[in-house]
């Protein structure tokens, strides 16, 4: 069965610095996708960045870069100068590609940061 | 408009009663997916649909049912609610199963059960 862990409750971090929001995923699929939401406290889901398993490089946005460590299990979201309107609730997620999970997505318990002025 | 909506945004309503929240993509997205969010939590998936007239049961469908006529629409009933059902409902839509596409979350129904 598939399973997101995040394991950081709550983050703060100091404006303009950069934040690492842990991730960490149990799956048999070879083929799967990771995400990363922004849920800000007005309540809606944003999406920011996804990691194909098959991907080499590891994906970057704008501010935001997914450090994805394969052999760990680990997709570690990385957001860099923080902004205060980075504040918010993160959600990791993985969608499997194939299988009986195929198409459905599991997601963590999110981590909410705080970005500090 | 265009995206994804849902109706109510907000419902009250007694334990016992039936409910539905309506759920409507504007995109002809394949995928359409139902979630529950508790409080301080992630989202846990309910029932999810691959086409219309395809549904398949998530983490926690217990007490709910989904149909899905057409392409647009994937409503979600609540039978007979609960208090633990007492929650805030997502419902999302996706292109495709791969796994390289994201969903696209409405704006969520606060669902409250007394």
């Given at each position: 069965a598939q399973k997101i862990t995040q394991t950081q409750p709550g983050m703060f971090v100091q404006e303009k610095e950069a934040v690492t929001l842990d991730c960490t995923y149990d799956t048999s699929d070879q083929s799967y996708g990771l995400?990363?939401?922004k849920q800000p406290s007005s309540g809606e889901m944003i999406f920011l960045i996804y990691q194909g398993s098959y991907d080499e490089q590891n994906a970057t946005e704008g501010r935001y870069s997914l450090n994805f460590q394969k052999a760990r299990k680990s997709a570690n979201l990385v957001i860099s100068a923080s902004?205060?309107?980075?504040?918010?609730?993160?959600?990791?997620?993985?969608?499997?590609?194939?299988g009986t999970n195929a198409g459905k997505s599991t997601f963590g318990d999110g981590t909410t940061l705080t970005v500090k002025p | 408009d265009a995206g994804i909506t849902q109706s109510p945004r907000y419902k009250i309503t007694e334990t016992g009663r039936q409910v539905t929240l309506m759920c409507h993509q504007t995109w002809s997205h394949s995928y359409m997916f139902w979630y529950r969010q508790d409080l301080g939590h992630g989202l846990r998936l309910i029932y999810y649909s691959a086409a219309a007239d395809i549904t398949d049961k998530g983490e926690v469908p217990d007490g709910y049912v989904v149909s899905r006529s057409k392409t647009e629409n994937f409503p979600l009933t609540l039978e007979s609610a609960t208090r633990s059902?007492?929650?805030?409902?997502?419902?999302?839509?996706?292109?495709?199963?791969?796994?390289?596409y994201e969903q696209y979350f409405g704006p969520g129904t606060r669902l409250t059960v007394t």
């Open positions: 995400f990363w939401y902004q205060l309107g980075d504040s918010a609730m993160y959600f990791c997620a993985m969608r499997e590609g194939f | 059902q007492t929650s805030v409902y997502f419902c999302a839509s996706s292109e495709s199963s791969g796994t390289l």
